[in-house]
């Protein structure tokens, strides 16, 4: 089976653009969720999908959006990027919703932001 | 508030054992994962306790007493390849998952 695939990889943006990260679930995973690491907050959640509806979101601001796909793909949009949305972006999957003890995440998208 | 504490660095020898601690201070209790990840990769799922006592997965235990709002993580026969930051996890009330910070484990021959 395949894993968690996020891309891109990596990405530079300046200060004022936006950015549209994907992540393709594990296969028969219906639950997307998606999370900020940097240095000095760690891991945080952004947001987490499942059957397309978006059923958690974290403490961040509306700039940060997302969406899930009927095939269970999901897109994190952010607008109007700030130097602190420098960061790893993470996605993870699970085959159900709610208190997922077990997540399985991809490698990431390293966003700069200039 | 929520949170889980670690610590951020712990430093052990080739072949020995480490434990790496977490206390969390939480708005109900609804288990504690534990994950691994190594630099530039993706976290990885190492263990789950959601009572209290030991869990064992090969070379890897972790161990939770709820009463103290405390865990730990247990690497046995520890190998070069286990350098890497170690993260515990939670969930509270609105089944938001919190995690730790992260440990740094660094590994001597």
């Known amino acids: 089976k395949a894993g968690v695939t996020q891309t891109p990889r990596y990405l530079i943006k300046t200060r004022g653009q936006q950015v549209t990260l994907s992540c393709s679930p594990i296969s028969g995973h219906r639950s997307v969720s998606w999370y900020q690491q940097t240095p000095g907050q760690g891991l945080q959640f952004l947001f987490e999908?499942?059957?397309?509806?978006?059923?958690n979101k974290g403490n961040f601001p509306g700039r940060f959006s997302g969406r899930q796909f009927s095939n269970s793909r999901s897109e994190m949009n952010v607008s109007t990027l700030e130097l602190g949305d420098s960061a790893l972006y993470l996605c993870?999957?699970?085959?159900?919703?709610?208190?997922?003890?077990?997540?399985?995440f991809g490698s990431g998208t390293q966003l700069s932001v200039l | 508030g929520q949170s889980l504490e670690q610590p951020s660095e712990v430093t052990a020898v080739e072949g020995a054992i480490v434990q790496i601690n977490c206390t969390y201070q939480t708005s109900g209790f609804y288990g504690l994962s534990w994950y691994q990840q190594h630099d530039g990769g993706a976290p990885t799922f190492l263990s789950y306790n959601a009572l209290d006592g030991l869990e064992e997965t090969g070379r890897f235990s972790s161990f939770l007493s709820r009463s103290d709002s405390y865990g730990y993580l247990l690497l046995q026969e520890l190998q070069m390849k286990d350098s890497a930051s170690y993260f515990c996890?939670?969930?509270?009330?609105?089944?938001?998952?919190?995690f730790g910070k992260g440990t740094r484990l660094h590994i001597l021959p």
């Open positions: 996890a939670t969930h509270n009330r609105d089944d938001k998952i919190i």
């Open positions: 993870a999957s699970s085959p159900l919703t709610g208190r997922n003890e077990k997540l399985f």
């Open positions: 999908y499942f059957s397309e509806t978006q059923r």
